[in-house]
Nanobody, 125 residues
């Protein structure tokens, strides 16, 4: 079993930055595919970025590329999502997810076996 715990959410002003963190614990593989998703009440869960832990390579969806940065601290089993120039459109609950093993070029919600409880980000204008 793997546990994921997100942190770093909260209230932010439009135009500012925020960094989310996710710590993984439990029975971790030597390599994992970790990802960030977000969800609002009116939308289904939306993928944002995914990272291959063995080499730190990251893929972003087009809508956040250049504004969001996903990174990791392997020693701490942590991944981060730094979000720049926040807007009200970024208001959502943000989730960390993990798929044991390698990442694949194509990735989607159903691939990920483990999920955190989410952290709420609310951006005020």
């Amino acid at each position: 079993q793997v546990q994921l715990v997100e942190s770093g959410g909260g209230l932010a002003q439009a135009g500012t930055s925020l960094r989310l963190a996710c710590v993984a614990s439990g029975s971790l593989e030597w390599r994992n595919c970790m990802a960030w998703f977000r969800q609002t009440p009116r939308k289904k869960r939306e993928p944002l970025a995914r990272l291959a832990t063995e080499d730190g390579s990251v893929l972003y969806v087009d809508s956040v590329r250049g504004r969001f940065t996903m990174s990791q601290d392997k020693a701490k089993n942590m991944v981060y999502l730094r979000m720049e120039n926040l807007s009200s459109e970024d208001t959502a609950k943000y989730y960390c997810a993990l798929d044991p093993g390698q990442c694949w070029p194509s990735w989607y919600e159903g691939m990920f076996d483990y999920w955190g409880q989410g952290t709420q980000v609310t951006v005020s204008s």
